[in-house]
């Protein structure tokens, strides 16, 4: 039996599994492009994503002063995900250290989800083109759990999806992994462990407030055996 302190681990998509960047950088320069704006690089793209694709364009035009009027933005935001769609898989890859670490927390029986801001439609698309579909019990992505009474969806920063996916993982000890401060708010709403991952795309981890700082995946399990609540 294993002396792995959770027993389960919710994990996020971009920024802390795989490195997306760059398919999410073509289409929502697909998007700027339809609506007449500059295109912006991969690198400036990075410091957008964390909150789903629609507030991750509607970063990118405002940050050019653009409109952000239902009438403009809503069909640049579907041009988005009709171009995403086809291309979410051309460059995305896990980041080094994931396959060896999923293993490892495989080999110890931690059950593993996915929670990530990304459609569900999405993420399952890209994990299973990555051959990872199969090593999480669960996946949570931003529209899985509908919408709350203000018409919003019910995911990160509010605790509801990984509560889900608590109760999918079949209960705790739980603790999650992300790279932006809707990762940490989410964890700490629902009251679980969190880890940044340093390396991702979104805020500077020290400031997010996270249990516990990753520079690589492959830190991931010493990182979680130090949060490890007290037993």
């Known amino acids: 039996m294993s002396d792995f302190p959770f027993a389960a681990i919710g994990l996020d998509l971009d920024g802390t599994l795989l490195d ?3 398919d999410l950088a073509a289409a929502v320069n697909h998007a700027l492009a339809e609506g007449g704006y500059e295109q912006v690089p991969a690198e ?18 405002e940050a050019q002063g653009g409109s952000l009027e239902d009438a403009d933005f809503r069909p640049l935001y579907k041009s988005l995900l009709r171009y995403y769609s086809d291309h979410n898989a051309v460059y995305t890859q896990p980041f080094p ?10 080999a110890m029986d931690v059950t593993l989800a996915v929670v990530t801001n ?26 899985s759990l509908g919408k709350d009474a203000e018409g919003n969806f019910r995911a990160k920063p ?14 705790g000890p739980f ?27 979104c805020e500077k981890p020290k400031d997010l407030g996270a249990d516990a700082v990753i520079d690589r ?15």
Do not use: H, N, W
């Open 118 to 143: 990304k459609f569900e439609s999405f993420a399952a698309e890209i994990l299973a083109a990555l051959g990872l579909r199969d090593r999480f019990v669960t996946l949570i992505g931003g529209d």
């Open 44 to 61: 400036q793209v990075e410091g957008l994503i964390g909150g789903g694709a629609k507030v991750m364009l509607a970063r990118a035009i």
């Open 158 to 171: 509010a605790a509801d999806p990984i509560l889900a996916a608590i109760e999918r993982c079949g209960g």
């Open 97 to 106: 250290g994931v396959i060896e670490t999923l293993d490892e927390l495989a």
């Open 20 to 22: 997306t960047k760059a």
């Open 175 to 201: 603790a999650f992994v992300g790279d932006s401060s809707y990762d940490v708010m989410a964890a700490r709403a629902a009251k679980v462990p969190v880890v940044a991952a340093g390396y991702g795309y």
């Open 217 to 231: 995946f492959a830190d991931l399990v010493p990182a979680l055996r130090r949060i490890a609540p007290a037993s």
